[in-house]
């Protein structure tokens, strides 16, 4: 066996200390590195979701000023205000909720959109408004019990009851070709069917039959400036629905209705500005 000196312990000694500075060095690199990649990734992470946070925290404070200030039954004007002032007053909080990083707002209402609350919780019966820019919020409770039996080709069969919405016109019976089921066409096209019976849920703009999804392929923009109802009397039960207009419908129930807000949101912090236009009309057709 080879005999080590002194010599050779010192060379095998300093070589073990060079390949150990080596590996600390290599490892202080690797954890130093990990650190600044994850404090980069956090910190642009926070600084791009900032600003959306903040814009999503305004629209739902705006969206809740709307419902219930309209709730209250008052005259446009004074509902305008005070989702204004209640808008205003909120910002504070927002600013304190969402911004962390020295970030300063350029935020407020530019836009209030006038509209008509209409609704009939007794029946349901023939009415037309014109000048419509929008519809929201638009659901029924059709009692099926009531509604008759058609097929939609037989000339001597009444018409459907139709539901002009400006981008498209709904019609909605009982198919006599398919068991009785209740039918949604858009423009002489079916959309859904059900087999249900009592009362039965038609939330249009959320776009659902009976809770089941019903696709109308509709949007609150409208092609046309009339909203109605015709051949009401093939149906009966109550309906309610907002639609942007300053004309006074002949329907049972109208009352002045905030139907949405603009909001103009800006943030700015010392790496970057963000800038945004929403439109806050709660219950609109998912366009």
């Known amino acids: 066996m080879a005999e080590v000196t002194d010599r050779d312990r010192g060379q095998l000694l300093l070589v073990a200390g060079i390949v150990l500075a080596v590996l600390f060095v290599a490892l202080a690199l690797l954890v130093n590195t990990a650190i600044y990649t994850d404090n980069v990734a956090t910190r642009d992470g926070d600084a791009a979701s900032e600003p959306l946070a903040y814009q999503e925290g305004a629209v739902s404070v705006a969206s809740g000023l709307i419902e219930a200030e309209n709730e209250d039954g008052d005259d446009f004007g004074t509902i305008e205000s005070n ?6 007053e909120s910002l504070s909080m927002l600013e304190q909720r969402h911004l962390q990083r020295a970030a300063t707002t350029e935020t407020g209402t530019s836009g209030f959109t006038e509209g008509r609350h209409i609704q009939q919780s007794d029946g349901i019966d023939n009415w037309g408004v014109s000048g419509a820019d929008g519809v929201r919020a638009f659901s029924m409770t059709l009692e099926r ?12 069969d009444p018409d459907p ?8 016109e709904l019609e909605v019976y009982l198919d006599a070709e398919n068991d009785d089921d209740l039918t949604v066409s858009v423009d002489g096209e079916v959309r859904c069917r059900v ?20 696709p ?11 909203v109605g109802f015709d051949n009401a009397d093939t149906v009966d039960g109550e309906y309610e629905l907002i639609v942007a207009t300053t004309s006074e419908p002949a329907a049972p129930e109208v009352s002045e209705v905030l139907y949405s807000v603009v909001l103009d949101v800006g943030i700015h912090s010392p790496d970057r500005s963000y800038e945004s236009r929403v439109t806050v009309a709660p219950g609109e057709f998912d366009d």
């Not at 989702?83 to 205003?88: A, K, Q």
């Not at 019976?197 to 019903?214: A, H």
């Not at 109308?216 to 009339?226: I, K």
């Open 83 to 88: 989702v204004r002032d209640g808008f205003e």
């Open 145 to 156: 019990g009531s509604m008759d039996s058609i097929d939609i080709d037989d000339e001597d």
């Open 161 to 168: 009851f139709n539901i002009d919405l400006g981008d498209g």
């Open 195 to 214: 087999d249900a019976s009592g009362d039965v849920s038609f939330d249009v703009t959320d776009e659902r039959l009976d809770g089941k999804p019903c």
């Open 216 to 226: 109308l392929g509709l949007s609150s923009d409208l092609d046309d400036d009339f």
